[in-house]
């Protein structure tokens, strides 16, 4: 629960019954945040993720068993206006998708175990006449005998002006470097010091449909 006048937030808990077990109380919150939760470090329980899209910072609360705070990871440069999204996409934990129709640019942001973010990819993605959807909306029963389902989530986009929907995946890749082979002789001449390496991602973004509808002024779930 979270009051933007009075700058507080209350974190619930709940039993089997529904009835409240937990009532933790955060003081003084900034009432720009807004608020998301998940699992980012793969802990099995989730976190709460603040982002302040006028100053581009973000912290991640990690919360104790009765809900009461145990840490706080605290983010910088994450820009200014951006629209928040979280998804999993391709790792074992929930990552986050910051938007920017104004660049037409998205970035994909993966956490280690300690929160700390391990891996940032930026893609060329969609201007503001696109509305933006994450999702599973795969039919998983239409791959389950090749075993060559996407363990990820889609993301859906629908151009307004158009009515064109669209389906994406993005998937976090390995990251490594490859030796240049071109370098050898150089370095066996002794004119370049050392190898030169080549860094790689193997992150991947792809369309996968294109689906001509009709939605025009409605909004997206």
């Known amino acids: 629960l979270y009051d ?11 039993d089997s019954n529904l009835h409240i077990t937990h009532n933790q109380p955060i003081h ?7 608020v998301f939760s998940g699992d980012f470090n793969g802990t099995g329980r989730s976190q709460v993720l603040f982002y302040n899209p006028i100053g581009g910072n973000a912290q991640i609360l990690t919360l104790k068993s009765d809900l009461s705070l145990a840490d706080t990871k605290n983010y910088t440069g994450w820009g200014t206006n951006q629209v ?3 998804g999993h996409f391709g790792a074992p934990t929930l990552s986050v998708m910051l938007y920017d129709p104004q660049a ?7 956490f280690d175990s300690n929160l700390m973010v391990s891996h940032q990819v ?8 696109w509305q933006i959807l994450i999702g599973s909306f795969l039919d998983r029963s239409r791959c389950l005998a090749t075993n060559n389902c996407s363990t990820g989530d889609d993301i859906l986009v629908l151009n307004r002006q158009t009515g064109q929907l669209e389906q994406f995946v993005f998937s976090f890749g390995n990251q490594y470097q490859v030796d240049d082979t071109r370098s050898q002789g150089f370095v066996r001449s002794r004119v370049a010091p050392m190898d030169s390496l080549t860094s790689i ?21």
């Open 4 to 14: 933007r006048v009075l700058r507080e937030v209350s974190l619930l808990g709940f």
């Open 28 to 34: 003084n919150v900034d009432g720009n945040w807004e």
């Open 84 to 86: 928040l999204y979280v």
């Open 104 to 110: 037409v640019l998205s970035i994909f942001l993966e």
């Open 122 to 129: 930026t893609v060329h993605s969609w201007d503001n006449h």
């Open 201 to 221: 991602d193997a992150s991947t973004f792809s369309l996968l449909t294109t689906l001509s509808t009709s939605i025009r002024g409605e909004e997206l779930y």
